[in-house]
């Protein structure tokens, strides 16, 4: 069965690097997302992707933050300079036109 | 601001019984509500809802959309242990994006054996 598969499993960084999370989204899919979920809370909408540009974007998603379609089949997610607060599981989505999305397995972003 | 709640929060049950979870929304530009359960890391699909009235089933889950009353209810018959997970009910909103999804917290179910 077709899966978004996102690499890396962890990512541990220091406060004020920069981090691309990285995911290959379900082939026939045109759109993708990403989401974040901070240990004990909502998963949270950052950001859609589509046609190979932001479609909208929640108020989580600001400057320091940015994605990119690099390739036929990657899809990534930059954080410029990382912050404490930025730790969390990020899942990378995509659907196709019917609106079904499907997650990946998630990147645990930690910034010590 | 658009909000949605699960409720309960957490369910312990044991093998064999039926739980009903419920998911209340208000937001605007509804489009659909999508139920998803989450095991370990990644919200597995589970349904995606659209009309009221019309539920969906599959094998001993199913899930009914209210849209009069702006609920959702998602019911596991004959629970199994394997069923233990965090269910999200999340609901997607018109825009330009495909999926714009605005989860709730969560049930976190337990079935004991």
């Known amino acids: 069965e077709p899966e978004v598969t996102q690499t890396p499993s962890h990512q541990v960084t220091q406060m004020g690097q920069e981090v691309i999370l990285r995911c290959v989204p379900i082939?026939?899919?045109?759109?993708f997302y990403w989401y974040r979920q901070i240990l004990g809370q909502k998963v949270e909408f950052l950001v859609s992707?589509?046609?190979?540009?932001?479609?909208?974007k929640s108020e989580i998603f600001d400057d320091q933050f940015s994605v990119e379609r690099p390739d036929g089949s990657n899809f990534t997610l930059k954080i410029r300079s990382t912050k404490l607060e930025d730790s969390a599981m990020y899942f990378c989505?995509?659907?196709?036109?019917?609106?079904?999305?499907?997650f990946g397995q998630g990147t645990r972003l930690t910034v010590v | 601001e658009d909000k949605v709640v699960q409720s309960p929060l957490s369910l312990v049950v044991h093998e064999g019984d039926t739980v009903t979870l419920n998911c209340s929304y208000e937001?605007?530009?509804?489009?659909?509500l999508l139920w998803y359960k989450q095991e370990k890391k990644a919200p597995t699909f589970l349904f995606m809802l659209?009309?009221?009235?019309i539920g969906k089933k599959s094998g001993r889950l199913s899930s009914i959309l209210d849209k009069k009353e702006l609920f959702s209810i998602l019911n596991i018959t004959a629970t199994q242990t394997g069923d233990s997970a965090v269910y999200l009910c999340?609901?997607?909103?018109?825009?330009?994006?495909?999926?714009?999804?605005?989860f709730g917290g969560g049930t976190r179910l337990m079935v004991k054996p």
């Open positions: 992707f589509y046609n190979n540009e932001i479609s909208e």
């Open positions: 082939s026939n899919h045109l759109y």
């Open positions: 937001v605007t530009n509804f489009r659909s």
């Open positions: 999340a609901v997607d909103l018109i825009n330009n994006a495909g999926n714009m999804l605005t």
């Open positions: 989505a995509s659907s196709d036109y019917r609106g079904q999305a499907f």
């Open positions: 659209t009309s009221s009235g």
